[in-house]
C-alpha cells in the first residue's frame, strides 16, 4: 500500500507533498468485510478510494437484485469512483461492495470542494481523467451488445491484446471479475474459454492467454 492513500489517485499525484499530507488528514480509513456494503443510495457524497482489496460498483434492478449485465466497474488497489458523487450528482441506483476484505480511504465532498477552490487546476484533471473513464465504459457497452458470449471474451482478449501489443499476456482480471465484466458467470466463462481453445482460437492456461 502506498504511505498516502491519496498517492493511489491520478487525480492528487501533482500536488505538492505538503498539500498530499494536508489532505491525506482529511481521508477517512476504514476496513470492509468482503461482502460489505461501502457505498448505497443513501450514503453517497463521497470519494471510494481502494487502498488495498478490491470492490465492485454495480446498480440493481427494478426487483432490488443485481444486475449482472449492470456492473459498472471492478475496482483493485489504486482504483476510485465517485467523482460524479463529489460534484452532486444524486445516486439513485448505483452501490460499492467489497468484494474482498478491503482498506478504504473515503473523501467528503465538503473537503473535497474546498480542495477544488484552493488548487482549481484539479478541475481540469479531473475532467480528463473522467474522459478516460467513459471510453473505457463505452468499450464494455460495446462488448455486452455481442450476443454470444464466447464472442464477448474474444472481443475483450483482442482488445486487450492491442491495448498492450502482445498476443501472449497473463489476464489482468480475476476469472469472476471477468465474468461479472462480461455480464456472465465464472462458470460460464470457463465453458467459454475451452470452447474458444476447442476452435483454436487460443491456448490457456490458468491465467496465461495465447492468441493464435
Known amino acids: 500500500m502506498a504511505d498516502l492513500c491519496v498517492d493511489l489517485v491520478p487525480l492528487f499525484t501533482a500536488l505538492p507533498q505538503d498539500e498530499k499530507i494536508k489532505l491525506e488528514r482529511l481521508v477517512q480509513h476504514q476496513n470492509y468485510q468482503k461482502g460489505e456494503i461501502v457505498i448505497d443510495p443513501t450514503v ?3 470519494l471510494v478510494i481502494v487502498a488495498h482489496g478490491s470492490t465492485k460498483l454495480y446498480t440493481l434492478d427494478e426487483t432490488g437484485h443485481e444486475d449482472v ?22 445516486n439513485t441506483h448505483s452501490y460499492v461492495e467489497a468484494t474482498d476484505n478491503s482498506e478504504i480511504c473515503l473523501l467528503r465532498r465538503q473537503d473535497f470542494l474546498k480542495l477544488i477552490h ?24 460495446q462488448l455486452l451488445t455481442l450476443p454470444k458470449v464466447e464472442e464477448r471474451l474474444f472481443k475483450y482478449l483482442q482488445m486487450y491484446a492491442n491495448e498492450i501489443g502482445q498476443n501472449s499476456f497473463v489476464l489482468p482480471l480475476k476469472l469472476k471479475d471477468l465474468a461479472l465484466y462480461l455480464g456472465t458467470t465464472p462458470e460460464t466463462l470457463s465453458r467459454k474459454f475451452a470452447l474458444l481453445e476447442e476452435q483454436g482460437r487460443l491456448r490457456r492456461k490458468l491465467r496465461q492467454i495465447d492468441l493464435i
Open 44 to 46: 453517497s457524497a463521497n
Open 69 to 90: 449485465l449492470q456492473v459498472l466497474q471492478v475496482l483493485h488497489t489504486g482504483d476510485y469512483v465517485g467523482e460524479d458523487w463529489l460534484f452532486g450528482q444524486v
Open 118 to 141: 484552493q488548487q482549481p487546476e484539479l478541475s481540469i484533471r479531473l475532467l480528463e481523467l473522467s474522459m478516460t473513464k467513459i471510453s473505457a465504459m463505452q468499450k464494455q457497452i
